[in-house]
């Protein structure tokens, strides 16, 4: 599986952004699908997960309310609705994927079976 994130790029405080993430295969509907971040200077962490069905999702407590993770499978893409950004959500966003069947496992950066590129978020005060 390839993965390939964009829309990210340069908004104001309180403003809104959308990311994609497109799926290279067949199989992307049996993958879990999440979004990481990285700020300079600090550790990866996690933002989001979607289960393969779309049914169930998990969120950070920072991004919780805000973010919104959704899946096409008939696509082979997952979004992420950022609404209400902050100078704090400046960062590279990346996607993930990985073939677990517990969302709970989204949350650890590493051992994910695949990475996509990041896209740089980066809002204004």
């Known amino acids: 599986v390839q993965l390939q994130a964009s829309g990210g790029g340069l908004v104001q405080a309180g403003g809104s952004l959308k990311l994609s993430c497109a799926a290279s295969?067949?199989?992307?509907?049996?993958?879990?699908m999440g979004w990481f971040r990285q700020a300079p200077g600090k550790e990866r962490e996690f933002v989001a997960a979607i289960s393969w069905s779309g049914g169930s999702t998990l969120y950070s407590d920072s991004v919780k309310g805000r973010f919104a993770i959704s899946r096409d499978n008939a696509k082979n893409t997952v979004y992420l609705q950022m609404n209400t950004l902050k100078p704090e959500d400046t960062a590279i966003y990346y996607c993930v994927a990985d073939s677990t069947t517990r969302l709970e496992i989204m949350k650890r950066p590493t051992g994910m079976d695949y990475w996509g590129k990041g896209t740089q978020v980066t809002v204004s005060s």
């Open positions: 295969g067949r199989t992307f509907g049996r993958y879990c």
